[in-house]
């Protein structure tokens, strides 16, 4: 390791292959989530509006999978919260995921680009709620009362995503760019990389499964299961820091 990487900032992006091992699906695998529902019909304004019992179905499914016992952090997720501990030099972690399986694992230098899938948003007065419980249209918000205009407080397509300009700073700053568990299909998501390599002449590494759509953007990749690999290469980050 260079000693640019060991005395600067660590952005860290996470995508649905860090929580696979959790026991959550990710979206393009062969099994994955987007081989059984479309994205036109379940995770866009435009899907909301046509059809929202469906949408509301769609993210109720996942949000009760995501509240069951069997789903915690696997050694991945805590791995970066013990990096976060110990790097002195300051990791953010940015995730696209909408779980809540970061958090659970002790990281809190923490953003959800795509929002969260335990919150809940009024169309009609924007508050913004805890939420675990099933939505539907007669769900009435808890601050105006009205009902029919909750939705799920993440970032459909089409969406502007949240904190895009303390993201893009903190990746202007770090000497070290992770990638962990993301195909690399999204965007702005998927252009992290370039960002990093371009105007911080950050490191980039890619912890994957497989090589993402973004793999020659990258210095270096480690393929194979996040909750392998992540631990050992945080250990090796922080045995030469
Ligand atoms: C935006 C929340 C402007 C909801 C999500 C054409 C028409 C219309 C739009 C577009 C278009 N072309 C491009 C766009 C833009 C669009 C886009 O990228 N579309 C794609 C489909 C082409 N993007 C947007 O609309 C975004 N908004 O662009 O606004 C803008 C831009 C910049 C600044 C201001 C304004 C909004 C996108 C957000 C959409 N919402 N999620 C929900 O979750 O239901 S995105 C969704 O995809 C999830 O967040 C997911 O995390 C994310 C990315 O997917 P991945 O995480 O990468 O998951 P995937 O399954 O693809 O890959 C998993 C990887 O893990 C694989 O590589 C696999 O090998 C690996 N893996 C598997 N198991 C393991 C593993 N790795 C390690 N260990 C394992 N065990």
């Not at 696997?74 to 030099?89: K, V």
């Not at 759509?213 to 820091?241: C, I, N, Q, W």
Request: with cysteine; hydrophobic share 45%; proline share 5%.
């Amino acid at each position: 390791m260079t000693s640019q990487i060991a005395s600067g900032p660590i952005v860290v992006l996470t995508g649905a292959g860090i929580s696979k091992d959790s026991g959550l699906d990710t979206f393009r695998d062969a099994d994955g989530i987007w081989s059984k529902v479309r994205i036109e019909d379940v995770a866009t304004a435009a899907a909301f509006a046509r059809a929202p019992e469906r949408v509301h179905a769609f993210y109720n499914a996942r949000r009760q999978r995501l509240l069951s016992s069997d789903v915690a952090p696997n050694p991945a997720h805590f791995a970066l919260a013990r990096l976060e501990r110990h790097w002195a030099h300051g990791v953010l972690v940015v995730t696209q995921n909408i779980d809540d399986l970061h958090e659970r694992a002790g990281t809190s230098r923490l953003i959800h680009m795509h929002g969260e899938m335990l919150k809940a948003r009024c169309g009609s007065c924007n508050a913004v709620t805890a939420w675990k419980q099933d939505l539907g249209l007669d769900t009435p918000c808890p601050s105006c009362k009205r009902s029919g205009a909750m939705r799920p407080d993440v970032v459909w397509f089409g969406e502007i995503p949240l904190e895009m300009d303390r993201i893009y700073q903190a990746i202007a700053e770090c000497a070290l760019f992770i990638s962990i568990g993301t195909s690399g299909n999204v965007t702005p998501a998927a252009g992290f990389v370039r960002e990093a390599r371009e105007f911080a002449g950050a490191h980039t590494v890619e912890l994957n499964l497989e090589p993402s759509a973004g793999h020659t953007m990258f210095d270096d990749a480690v393929l194979g299961p996040a909750a392998k690999e992540v631990p050992a290469y945080v250990d090796r980050l922080l045995d030469a820091s």
